[in-house]
C-alpha cells in the first residue's frame, strides 16, 4: 500500500509504501478510491491539535471498495462499495462523545492512502448514484453539519438561519440540509463570488464578513436570526450575539480566529440565549443524515480533486481557504 | 396608601403617602401584607438596570388581601388571599418573553407599598398553609430557580448539580427545588457558615470560591457537575467550563460580578457543552413550580424582616450579601 504520511509537524506529507499489515478481528481493509481533506487534516500538521502521535497517516473521510476481511466479520462485506463513518467509540451519551471516542486518521491510519482498515462499525454502503468521490467528500463535514443544525440548534422549518464562512465543507453542506429543510438562510464569506455561489445555490443573501458593521448589514437583510452555526469565533462572536433573536441559538462547531476577549452574559441572560457546542456527530446522525441526503437528491459539492503525490498541496489549498466545498483527494 | 419611593439613583427610598388612584379595567386592589426584596431592587437603586423611569415604587413580590376590583374582573377575587406572579406580557413563546415583558416594581408602580394595583393575570391564590411572608418571599426568586433548572437546565434525577452562591434567594430556592426533584447538589458560598446551613438542608457539600482552585477542590468533592446554576460569571466562568461534565450544561441567570473576559470556544466545542442564558419564567412555569412547591411541602427560606419605614436599610442589607435566604418586608 502507499499512504501520505505526516512525520513531524511543520514537515510537509511524505509518500510512502509498505507492507499491508494484518486486518484485525472485526476489521476490514479497504481499498480507497477517494478521501476528502478537512481542516483537521490541516490542524494535525500544524501541531494544533490535541493529543498528535507521529508519524500519522491523516485524512477521515474516504470512499472504496472491501477488499479482505478480518476475523469476525459478516463475509457479505466482500467487494461492498463502501463509505466511512469516520467516528470511532462515540459510546451510549448521544449528547456527547466518549472519552474513548476517536476520528479517523490520527491516532489510527486514515484515508490519505491506497489502502485503510477499520471496523465494521465505520462502514456504509456507498448509494448506488453516488460516485466514490461525493461518497467520500460527505461524512465528516457533513455529520458535523447535521449534528450542528438539526441536534443542537433545533433548526425548524421557515425559521432564519446565518451560516459562516461559506465554502467551508462543514458551511456548505450546512446550507444544504437547512434549504431541504425549510429554513431561510444567509450567510458570510470573505470573498464576493462565494457569496453569489451560495445565493445561486439557494442562500438567501449574504455578506462580506471582514467589514465592521457585517453582523448589522446582515440582519438588515434576514431579520434577526433564530440561529446561527459558526466555525470561526473570535471577534466576531459579539456581534453575532447581538444580531441573534431572542431566545435564539448560536451553535459552535469550530474556533478558526480563535476564542472571543470577552462573553457578555447581560446579554445572554436577559436574551435567553443558547450558545452551544457542537462536534461531529454519532453513528446515528449519521444514518440520518444520509436518509436526508437520498431522500432530498443532496450531493457534496466539490472543490478540486488531488493525486496522493499532491497531498501535501491540497492542504496548503485548503488552509489557504480560496476553496468552495470539499478537497477532494483521489487515491486509485 | 403609603409607598416607599425612589425619586433619584443614589438616593435613599422615601416612604410617602398618598391616594389611592382608580383601579384600571382588569385589574384589582391588592391590600399588601408582605413583600420581598430582589437583588434587581438594589440594581434598579444604583441606576444599574436598563430603562429606569422615576420616580419608581419597587418590589417584585408581595402577597396580601384583595381589597377592590376593577371593571370587568370576576367578583370572586374580592377578599382573596393571594401571591403574585411577578411578570406581565411574557407573551406566546415559552422560550423567551415578549419586547413587552415588564417584572413587577418599576416601571409600574411595586410592592414595596401597603396597597398596590395589579392584573389578574398576576394573582395566584395563597395557598392556605403558607403565610403572607412565605407566599411573597417565593415568586421571583424562585420561578427564576425553576425555569434555571428545569427549563434551561433539563436536570433530572440523580444527576450532579453545583449552585454558585448559596443564600441568594435564587440560589436557595433552586437548592430545595432540585433536592427535593432528587438531584445531588453541591454548593459555593463566600461564607462557611452558609456551606454548613446548605450542608444541613441537604446539600452535599460545599467549598468557598473566593480561593483560587475553588472549582477543581468542588470537582474533588462532586466528580464533574451535569448542571452549574449560576447568577455570578466574572472570572469564575472559566473555571466552571472547566469543570463541567462533556455534554453538561451552565445556566447563567444572572452576573453580579459581571461578564469574563474570556470564552474557551475549543473547550466549549470540544466538550459540546450548553451555555444558557435564562431570565425570569413565565406564568405556566410559575404555575408548575407552586404544584411542585405544595406537593413537597417546600417554604422558603426567610432571612430577615424589615418594615417598610426601613426599606433602604434592607436593600443595603441585601445589597452587603450577608443574608441566607429572602430579605422581606412587612407592609401591614
Redesign the interface.
Known sequence: MKAAVLHQIGQPLVLETSHESEIPHGEVQIRLKAAALNRRDFWITQGLYPKIKLPAILGSDGAGVVTALGAGVDPSWLNQEVMLYPGLHWGD?P???S?NFQVLGMPRPGTLATHTCVPVSCLYPKPKAWTFQEAAALPLAGVTAWRGLFT?GHLIPGQTLWITGIGGGVALLAMQWALAAGARVWVTSGSHSKLQQAISMGAQGGVIYGQEAWACDLSDQSGPPDLILDGS?GKD?DPMLEALK??GRLV????TT??????????????????????MGSREEFESMMQFACLHQIRPVIDSTWSLEDCQAAINHLANGHQFGKVMVQCA
Chains 1, 2 share one sequence.
Open positions: 451519551d449528547r456527547v462523545q472519552p443542537q469565533g462572536h431572542p431566545g459552535q462547531y469550530g474556533a480563535g476564542s472571543p476577549r470577552s462573553l457578555n452574559l447581560f446579554k445572554l441572560f436577559w436574551k435567553q440565549i443558547t450558545l452551544q457546542g457542537s462536534t
